[in-house]
């Protein structure tokens, strides 16, 4: 007791300049190594205070979460945080550009704020290929009471963390990658740690419940499917959406949607079934959507996925779209709700490609594959320190010339209103995340992006948020209000892909350096590198 009280009197300094009337909550996790046998072999998981995947995060908006990290692992280790905005604060991203690894048996804490946001996310580990092994976990954010939500309280409100898995161990898996060659197939799907008919998610009959369904998976795009059943789209990452019935539902990597799902089927057992999509080998697991008054097991074989390709795929991208009548805290560049209305000021353009340096597999964004420096580059901005990266060592367009390894950052201004334009010139989906930030996706279709191209943009009712694919040999247009100033990564979130070398990192600068701009350096952060000893901030 006396430790927290003493723990929670040293930040609270730090965070008097932010919202220090907000709620705090305090979480104290201790990462360690543990059996698990997701798909009925022993294997190395990575455990959460015990647990895979990791505990929970719930938490109303404008709170601030304390979250301190205890890495008992025998490696450096970092959780980062898929979609949280972290406004002012790249400093907490937990991603290497940005952090130091938290060392074996070391701590750190991180001091968030989920400031004017609600919706559904999920935590991860970074580094390395830990996510392999587990650590992630799932986040919602709910709305402040008394502020209205378009839809009646569910009955009951489950998170469904769901992606591809391999029953290698991820020391294994980062072997491969190290040594040049490209990731086997996964060996199978899992729904929250567990593979075929592992988890039950019990139902009264007549009654509504929500889903919330993140992929955590490593390198495939996945449906999913309740069977008998619709689902009501109501949520993509923080935007509310207009809520359309699907039967089958796309989900790339890192991306989370929330569903409505009403039980009004004769009572008894349904599969959830999710399969893996683009990919030649389709994998398929299932859950149990079980009736509380249940007259038997599910009847037939689980529904199958959409088996046509992208045609398919597009047309539902392009039917998600925001309730521009929900309330509910929503990005707003320039004091304005009408993003189609504001002239963009730079349009860049980002092409992944593959090939080889020293005589191994890489990944690229317009041919910089990015390579960790052996500092983190916001250390480095901060301190003045020289020689860990260049400003704009990463052009913004595809040059299709030869790849190159470096601390790729791209220099971008506050408060300037871009367009992103995604490209994708290869047969696998891609998903790409924007640390920092929700963007509006105001385009996607086949074939190549040109000027032409924005004739058929949304500008009125896209949703806005953080991660989007982009599916084979098409592109995805965003765009994005830099609202928010730091270092702050831009990866693709297949993750074998993100660790060759498809990722980089925008500088968004203010020359104002003012609190009211960027957080100062938090006074416990992790110094390392070229910036080990350096002194953080006084009390
Ligand atoms: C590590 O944890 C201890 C208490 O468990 C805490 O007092 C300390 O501030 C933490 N260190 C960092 C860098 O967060
Ligand atoms: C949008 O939200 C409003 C306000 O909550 C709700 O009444 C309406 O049904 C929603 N519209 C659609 C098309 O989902």
């Not at 022993?42 to 205070?49: E, T, V």
């Not at 790409?432 to 949304?458: A, C, L, T």
């Amino acid at each position: 007791m006396m430790k927290k009280i003493i723990f929670f009197a040293s930040c609270f300094c730090l965070l008097a300049f932010s919202a220090a009337d907000d709620p705090y909550r305090f979480f104290t996790w201790y990462v360690t190594y543990g059996d698990i046998w997701p798909l009925g072999v022993k294997q190395q998981g990575i455990l959460i205070n015990g647990q895979f995947p990791g505990p929970q995060i719930q938490a109303v908006t404008n709170d601030n979460l304390i979250i301190n990290v205890h890495n008992y692992l025998r490696e450096p280790f970092l959780i980062s945080w898929n979609g949280l905005l972290q406004r002012r604060n790249s400093w907490q991203d937990g991603v290497y550009g940005t952090n130091c690894p938290i060392p074996p048996k070391g701590n750190s804490t991180y001091i968030l704020q989920v400031k004017d946001q609600i919706g559904s996310y999920f935590y991860f580990p970074s580094l390395a290929l830990h996510k392999a092994a587990g650590g992630f976990g799932g986040i919602r954010i709910l709305s402040r009471p008394r502020i209205p939500v378009p839809f009646d309280p569910p009955a009951g409100d489950f998170t469904l963390l769901v992606g591809d898995w391999y029953k290698a161990n991820h020391y294994d898996l980062k072997r491969t990658l190290d040594n040049g060659y490209t990731l086997p197939f996964p060996d199978g799907l899992l729904i929250n740690g567990r593979g075929w008919n592992g988890n039950t998610f019990t139902v009264d009959q007549g009654k509504t419940y929500r889903f919330r369904i993140s992929n955590v998976g490593l390198t495939t795009c996945i449906n999913i499917r309740f069977q008998g059943h619709a689902m009501k789209l109501v949520e993509v990452e923080g935007s509310h959406t207009v809520q359309n019935n699907y039967y089958a539902l796309d989900i790339c990597m890192g991306q989370s949607y929330s569903v409505l799902v009403t039980a009004n089927q004769p009572p008894r057992d349904y599969y959830i079934a999710t399969s893996t999509r683009f990919t030649a080998q389709v994998l398929t697991t299932t859950a149990i959507l079980h009736y509380r008054n249940s007259l038997g097991r599910p009847i037939g074989a689980p529904p199958g996925g959409p088996t046509t390709q992208i045609d398919w795929s597009l047309n539902q991208a392009r039917s998600i779209r925001w309730n521009l009548t929900a309330s509910g805290p929503r990005p707003n560049p320039q004091g304005s709700y009408h993003y189609g209305l504001i002239n963009t000021v730079r349009t860049i353009r980002l092409a992944n490609s593959w090939g080889i340096i020293n005589g191994k597999q890489r990944f690229a964004v317009n041919s910089a594959s990015f390579s960790p420096p052996d500092t983190p580059m916001k250390l480095a901005d901060y301190y003045k320190i020289g020689g860990v990266f260049s400003v704009g060592s990463i052009p913004d367009y595809p040059t299709f010339g030869g790849m190159c390894l470096q601390a790729s950052v791209m220099a971008a201004n506050f408060r300037d209103y871009v367009e992103i334009i995604f490209e994708n010139y290869e047969n696998a989906a891609q998903s790409w995340h924007i640390d920092g930030y929700s963007f509006w996706v105001v385009g996607m279709d086949g074939g190549q992006w040109s000027p032409e191209s924005r004739k058929g943009y949304n500008l009125r009712d896209a949703v806005s948020r953080c991660t989007v694919q982009v599916y084979p040999r098409s592109w995805t247009a965003v765009y994005l209000p830099l609202d928010n100033v730091g270092m702050w990564n831009i990866r693709s979130e297949d993750w074998a892909r993100q660790y060759l070398g498809q990722q980089f990192y925008l500088r968004v600068f203010s020359p104002a350096n003012s609190w009211r701009d960027e957080y100062p350096i938090p006074k416990n952060a992790l110094l390392c590198g070229r910036a080990s000893g350096r002194k953080t901030r006084p009390l």
